[in-house]
């Protein structure tokens, strides 16, 4: 009824020779996402401080900056001018989203330095959405 394959797979090679693909290690995949990851809040990052500068968000910039080079291999991340306009809170949603993300992929591969940045940044995004609390009167 059926044909029987007459060719070796493609996606196995034989062994003994050499693919025509490059390999990537857990790790190596690893690092490529989480950099991706940190990149990503990067960019939303300098997109908040353009709707309103502060210096908690120029500090986790630059640290954020500086775990995409470290994970890149040195190459620092493009950055570009901040483009975002109107209300915070989609942002702050996205960032958070991302930071979540970040520190799945950073406990993963046990990456202490990334785990921890990204957790504080989602604990900002988180404290920035829930905005000023108010205070209770009880009369």
Known sequence: MYEPIRT??????VAGTSSDFPHRSR?????????????????VTDDLRGLAPSEDLDAAAERLAGQVT????G????????AASGAPEPLHRRA???????????????????AILAAERMDAHAAALAGPKELSSAH
């Open 70 to 73: 470290r994970l890149r291999g």
């Open 75 to 82: 190459h620092a991340p493009l950055r570009a001018a901040p």
């Open 8 to 13: 070796k797979s493609v996606h196995s090679p």
């Open 27 to 43: 790790e190596e995949e690893l690092d490529i996402q989480l950099a991706g990851h940190l990149a990503a809040l990067l960019a």
């Open 96 to 114: 958070h989203a991302l930071a979540g993300r970040a520190l799945v992929v950073a406990a993963s591969r046990a990456d202490t330095a990334a």
